[in-house]
């Protein structure tokens, strides 16, 4: 947008780019964040350990907290399935029913992985989108 600057309204004029370029950049975050969210989402579905599938299939995600400064998603296992997630990434011990331990089961490590991932996605996306601004 054109504006007309003299020496009476530049301050105004300012503050006005400066608004609009705040407003843009809340927005192309917003968008990153609320993509990165869903194709984690889509990752975890992928590589999570399948048994019969519904732990793999309870993956999803949701808006925690949006607003014009702050946006997040929440990327999360489904009830009753997000008891297993600590279990599954760190492993456990095995319990043979007499209140004995009989063993480890090896961790299956999938969630860091993709939250890492995540984390180094939505930063490569915010950067290029603010530099498109």
Same mark, same amino acid.
């Given at each position: 947008?054109?504006? #007309? %600057? /003299? &020496?009476?309204?530049?301050?105004? *004029?300012?503050?006005?780019?400066? @608004? $609009?370029?705040?407003?843009?950049?809340? #927005? %192309? /975050? &917003?968008?990153?964040?609320?993509? *990165?969210?869903?194709?984690?989402? @889509? $990752?975890?579905?992928?590589?999570?350990?399948?048994?019969?599938?519904?732990?793999?299939?309870?993956?999803?995600?949701?808006?925690? @907290?949006?607003?014009?400064?702050?946006?997040?998603?929440?990327?999360?296992?489904?009830?009753?399935?997000?008891?297993?997630?600590?279990?599954?990434?760190?492993?456990?011990?095995?319990?043979?029913?007499?209140?004995?331990?009989?063993?480890?089961?090896?961790?299956?490590?999938?969630?860091?992985?993709?939250?890492?991932?995540?984390?180094?996605?939505?930063?490569?996306?915010?950067?290029?989108?603010?530099?498109?601004?």
């Amino acid at each position: 947008m054109a504006y #007309k %600057v /003299t &020496a009476n309204n530049f301050g105004n *004029v300012l503050m006005q780019l400066l @608004k $609009e370029y705040g407003d843009d950049v809340n #927005k %192309v /975050t &917003a968008d990153a964040v609320r993509t *990165v969210a869903k194709e984690t989402a @889509k $990752e975890l579905k992928a590589t999570a350990p399948v048994n019969k599938g519904a732990y793999a299939k309870s993956w999803s995600y949701k808006p925690e @907290k949006v607003s014009g400064v702050l946006t997040e998603y929440v990327v999360y296992s489904k009830k009753p399935y997000y008891r297993l997630t600590h279990l599954l990434e760190d492993g456990h011990k095995i319990a043979n029913g007499a209140g004995e331990y009989g063993g480890r089961v090896a961790a299956r490590p999938h969630i860091a992985k993709a939250e890492q991932k995540a984390i180094e996605e939505l930063e490569q996306r915010i950067r290029e989108e603010i530099q498109r601004i």
